[in-house]
């Protein structure tokens, strides 16, 4: 997957996961390696936590429902 760069306070960034319940975006600042979490209902931007150099790339937990779609079939 190719990441678009967006600026968002004035920083380069790269979205790595959305948050559809929370209306959070999760996202890396490439100029100060760190992960930022943007509240969309509150509009700010909060560092998350410090990356480093060199730290790759970040893979997004997705939860999978196929347990709770087997334990409710009929």
Do not use: W
């Amino acid at each position: 997957m190719n990441e678009l760069p967006l600026i968002l306070y004035g920083y380069i960034s790269n979205v790595v996961a959305i948050h559809p319940d929370r209306n959070l975006i999760f996202l890396t600042q490439m100029t100060n390696q760190k992960l930022m979490v943007h509240d969309m209902d509150k509009e700010n931007l909060d560092a998350f936590h410090t990356l480093g150099h060199n730290y790759g790339s970040l893979t997004p937990y997705i939860p999978s429902f196929l347990n709770l779609v087997l334990t409710n079939e009929h």
